[in-house]
């Protein structure tokens, strides 16, 4: 009887939910439900002190539309974002092409520039909010050179800048490393005939190299814009969000609103804006890559 | 390449790597340098008289060393829990001819478009009404279950889809259950793959900010991150020596690691199913 009823393709479905069932029920609980919860909770105004949950409908979001120190959270977040992905994948590019040459020293040099990808975030963010007070170890350097550097973190002109060059140098090695695999990739002798052909490099890279790479330049900018809509801890530690609201991005206003001023309601209305934020570039990028992505392995 | 082009390649790499090696360099000399030479001008590059004072305080001024150890055993958890979620997720989804697999995955994948960030809220007011608010519970719960582990589920899951299947096939004909296959045949196999996820894992772990300053509020629950921002003065000023000797500390132990073992780690990264 038993042995009838378990036949192969009942027992491949039964091991098959067994094993994807803590993932699955993982999902569940901490995606899935709070997301839902979210919407939920964005509808209410949410007293935690006096512990009142009440149903305010839309309020909210016309709370969202009204509130003027969101323009300038949305204004802080695209800086943000646009400065790092433009420095983060240029410089990571222009790294991994030149430790794609043959040439000695390339694993120490490797190894330098992903250092930082390693070392614990606040650890790092801390000592580069060290190195760029007034009289830290920046402008102790621009002045045996003899230049007056400024007060990098409490200048509203310099305070983002300041965060997206801590965060390039930070992760920079991670999207390095992953266009020397896809540059490793580029069969050599699409170069050489090329080079028969009387290529300058300039145009081999652009011709060749960047059409060839294109998916990992489509995922590293996915990766990259998602992470950057996600930045905290460096905001937290570097400036909290000011001067003014110069560096106030999204998570940090949501954080503050939720957690600091106990806008529960509030806090999950902006954590359902950041949610469409995410969809809506994801679904933008995705949508992108017939147009621009040269081949799909 | 010829001679100039290679001097000018290497000029480029060295003056690029400055910030990369200065604010290591700096955090390390400038902890063992007394209070007074921190901020010595013009700025010493290596410390005159050393002294590990900065050191000492830091152990004195919070539970550093159970923060310390705090931050290495949900990190370890973390990550041997991502590992068996994420391989046998990863396994069933690649291996295992299922009705409904293809929509379960892309369900599941769906988790990966929302940063936790997202959903803090409400995962903060459940983990209060499980009384589980400054426990060690939620950043142990939600990265293996929740959104992080999807990305390492994907990562299995590609790793899987490349084995060839005769050594499954042959198995099978053996009588092998599919959890024995999953466990002595593929698993083994999926030592490059298992170590990347585990390296992702891991600094994923040790990294969290956000998530620890809102579920943990007594300083001896506090992991690393957060307790490094602790060491403020009575006006909330930082200590700067105190600060930079326990970020040192932080930083080293995975840095040696890094150095020893950067090989395997930056080619584990490299070869993730991200290829282009």
Known sequence: MSTRFWTGSRRDTLAGYLFIAPQLIGSVLFVFVPLGLVFWYSLHEWNVLADTFTFVGGENYQALADDPKLADALVATGFFSAGLVVLNLSLALLLAVLLNQRLRGTVFFRTVFFSPVVVSLVAWTIVWSFLLQDNGGINGLLETVGIDGPNWLRGEGTAMIAVIVVQVVKNVGLNMVLFLAALQGVPANLYEAATVDGASRRRQFLSITVPMISPTILLTSIITVVGSLQVFAQIAVLTQGGPGTSTTVLVYYLYQQAFQFHHFGYGATLSVLLFAIVLLLTLVQWRMRRKWVFHES | ?276
Not at chain 2, 37 to 48: E, G, K, N, Q, S
Not at chain 2, 248 to 255: D, E, G, I, K
């Open chain 2, 1 to 276: 390449m010829s001679r100039r082009a290679k001097t000018a390649v290497y000029g480029v790499l060295c003056l690029l790597a400055l910030p990369f090696l200065f604010p290591t360099w700096w955090m390390v000399t400038s902890s063992l340098k007394p209070v007074g030479d921190i901020f010595a001008f013009p700025p010493t590059l290596w410390p005159t008289d050393v002294s590990f004072d900065a050191y000492a305080r830091a152990f004195e001024l919070q539970p550093f060393a159970r923060q310390y150890l705090n931050s290495m055993y949900i990190a370890a958890l973390v990550t041997v829990g991502t590992l068996a979620v994420s391989s046998l997720a990863g396994y069933a989804f690649a291996r295992i001819r299922f009705k409904g697999a293809n929509a379960w995955f892309v369900v599941i994948l769906v988790g990966l478009l929302i940063p936790s960030e997202v959903t803090i809220v409400p995962l903060f007011k459940m983990f209060d009404a499980w009384g589980m608010v400054d426990t060690h519970w939620p950043l142990i719960l939600v990265p293996i279950l929740g959104a992080p582990s999807v990305l390492a589920t994907f990562i299995m899951r590609q790793f899987f889809l490349a084995l060839p299947g005769e050594l499954e096939e042959a198995a099978k004909v053996d009588g092998l259950g599919r959890f024995a296959i999953f466990r002595l045949i593929a698993l083994p196999l999926a030592r490059p793959a298992l170590g990347a996820v585990a390296i992702f894992t891991f600094l994923h772990s040790w990294n969290l900010y956000l998530e620890p300053i809102v579920f943990l509020s007594s300083s001896e629950m506090f992991t690393l991150p957060q307790a490094l921002t602790q060491f403020v003065d009575a006006y909330g000023g930082p200590m700067w020596d105190v600060q930079l000797s326990a970020a040192s500390l932080t930083a080293l132990p995975v840095l040696v690691v890094f150095v020893i073992a950067q090989r395997q780690f930056i080619e584990g990264l490299a070869h993730t199913g991200l290829k282009g």
